[in-house]
């Protein structure tokens, strides 16, 4: 099913579910039913609903990052060598495969992709640039830019 297929059919009970479960994954039917104007019932069955269409993929926790020893994050922009469908397959699967990249975004502008690392307390970013990033297959130029403090996340 196409995304705009998934999303044209939403209603405005299922959108107000949505906003409610993305400042709240835990919400209870019944909390939800209550912020949208449903019985906990509909509510519940509803939420069912959009997780089998695919618009609700999965729920996740938020762990504080003191907790994961985590050193830091780098945002990297990736250019690629070429445009080639098969280079963006190659790197794409590289991306996939390394436990160090977080998030893997092909971007629209002058990178072609962002790749989120966060650094754990045995993870240096020279590693993860000298044995990860470099030898990547497709890379022809990479750009790291280091969080200061996130502001907002989710």
Request: proline content about 1%; glycine content about 6%; overall charge neutral.
């Amino acid at each position: 099913m196409a995304n705009s297929d998934k999303f044209s059919d939403l209603d405005s009970f299922d959108r107000e579910l949505i906003k409610v479960l993305r400042s709240d994954a835990r919400a209870t039917s019944a909390d939800l039913g209550e912020a949208v104007g449903l019985s906990p019932s509909a509510a519940h069955r509803r939420v069912k609903i959009l997780e089998q269409k695919g618009v609700i993929t999965g729920y996740r926790a938020v762990i504080a990052e003191n907790v994961q020893g985590k050193q830091g994050t780098v945002f990297v922009h990736v250019t690629l060598t070429d445009q080639r469908r098969e280079t963006f397959e190659k790197f794409e699967k590289a991306a996939l495969a390394c436990a160090a990249i977080e998030e893997c975004h092909l971007m629209s502008g002058e990178a072609d992709y962002l790749l989120k690392i966060v650094l754990r307390e045995s993870l240096s970013y020279e590693d993860v640039h000298r044995d990860v990033l470099s030898i990547m297959p497709g890379v022809s130029k990479l750009a790291s830019s280091f969080s200061i403090r996130t502001v907002k996340m989710g």
